[in-house]
Nanobody, 116 residues
Framework: QVQLVESGGGLVQPGGPLRLSCAASGSTFSIHAMGWYRQAPGKQRELVARITGGSKVNYADSVKGRFTITGDNTKNTVALQMNSLQADDTAVYYC??????????WGQGTQVTVSS
């Protein structure tokens, strides 16, 4: 089992920055990928960014150039630095982990609201 705990959500003005963090505990040795998904009201959950195998990084087209994902394998953490936030970025953000046998784990979610 892997437990994921997110932190860092909140209210931010358009154009502002926000940083999300996620810490994994439990059977962290089995983690192969970590990342972030988000779900806006009335929409499906979508990938924001993920790191696979400690080095391969994928971003959603909508966040490329604005968001940066970083991971620390020694601390079993992953962070998402979000810059130039827009109203469309408003969503619940979920930390995600996948093991080598493709089992998935999710955090409880943290709300990000971009509004003036």
């Amino acid at each position: 089992q892997v437990q994921l705990v997110e932190s860092g959500g909140g209210l931010v003005q358009p154009g502002g920055p926000l940083r999300l963090s996620c810490a994994a505990s439990g059977s962290t040795f089995s983690i192969h990928a970590m990342g972030w998904y988000r779900q806006a009201p009335g929409k499906q959950r979508e990938l924001v960014a993920r790191i696979t195998g400690g080095s391969k990084v994928n971003y959603a087209d909508s966040v490329k150039g604005r968001f940066t994902i970083t991971g620390d394998n020694t601390k079993n953490t992953v962070a998402l630095q979000m810059n130039s936030l827009q109203a469309d970025d408003t969503a619940v953000y979920y930390c995600y982990a996948q093991t080598l046998i493709a089992r998935e784990y999710w955090g409880q979610g943290t709300q990000v609201t971009v509004s003036s």
